[in-house]
């Protein structure tokens, strides 16, 4: 099994950038594929980027590619989001999530429980 908790939500102005930060806990982190999702108010959750259990490959949805970055410690059980050129429309709960590589919701088995951005105007 693997824990998943989010940190580095907050409150940030169009344009600027935060880090999320997902720390996992279990032996299985390293062979995971993880990913993040986000989820607006009202809105499906949506699929933000993945990587794969080496750091090798990313994926990134095509509203984030070129301004979010996806990137994993291994050896410090981390996962992260390194996000920039921030927009209101990125406002969301981001979820980490430890599974399969994908893009679907139903490829990850293991979810964290979510940390608020918020991206004013």
């Known amino acids: 099994q693997v824990q998943l908790v989010e940190s580095g939500g907050g409150l940030v102005q169009a344009g600027g950038s935060l880090r999320l930060s997902c720390a996992a806990s279990?032996?299985?982190?390293?062979?995971?594929?993880m990913g993040w999702f986000r989820q607006a108010p009202g809105k499906e959750r949506e699929f933000v980027g993945a990587?794969?259990?080496?750091?090798?490959?990313?994926y990134y949805a095509s509203s984030v590619k070129g301004r979010f970055t996806i990137s994993r410690d291994n050896a410090k059980n981390t996962l992260y989001l390194q996000m920039s050129s921030l927009k209101p429309e990125d406002t969301a709960v981001y979820y980490c999530?430890?599974?399969?590589?994908?893009?679907?919701?139903?490829?990850?088995?293991?979810w964290g429980q979510g940390t608020q951005v918020t991206v004013s105007s």
């Open positions: 999530a430890a599974g399969r590589y994908g893009s679907s919701p139903s490829d990850y088995s293991y």
């Open positions: 279990g032996r299985t982190f390293v062979s995971s594929a």
């Open positions: 990587i794969t259990w080496s750091g090798g490959i990313t």
